[in-house]
Nanobody, 121 residues
Framework: QVQLVESGGGLVQAGGSLRLSCAAS????????MGWYRQVPGKQRELVAS??????NYADSVKGRFTISRDNAKNTVTLQMNSLKPEDTGVYYC????????????????WGQGTQVTVSS
């Protein structure tokens, strides 16, 4: 089994910053893609940012404000969020594509429990 544990999040005023962190642990051979998704009530979960190897991908709405990074040795991913806007509000979920070996080798997708980010105007 693999667990993703998130930390960070909270309430911040518009223009402020927050930092989200996520650590993957368990029967991990390798973590491939790691990313952050956001969900607001009534809408589908959407990709905010992802990182794979040395490549990063950002939603257009966060480009230039958010930065995703990872520590491969620790299987952690961090999302630095600056210049936050009220529309950034939502539950942020960590996601990881992981190669695992339990009874057999396989690639599986895992989610964290989610952390609330609220940006007040």
């Amino acid at each position: 089994q693999v667990q993703l544990v998130e930390s960070g999040g909270g309430l911040v005023q518009a223009g402020g910053s927050l930092r989200l962190s996520c650590a993957a642990s368990g029967s991990i051979l390798r973590v491939n893609i790691m990313g952050w998704y956001r969900q607001v009530p009534g809408k589908q979960r959407e990709l905010v940012a992802s990182i794979s190897g040395g490549s990063t991908n950002y939603a257009d709405s966060v480009k230039g404000r958010f930065t995703i990074s990872r520590d491969n040795a620790k299987n952690t991913v961090t999302l630095q969020m600056n210049s936050l806007k009220p529309e950034d509000t939502g539950v942020y979920y960590c996601n990881a594509e992981v190669e695992v070996l339990v009874t057999a080798w396989r690639i599986a997708n895992y989610w964290g429990q989610g952390t609330q980010v609220t940006v007040s105007s």
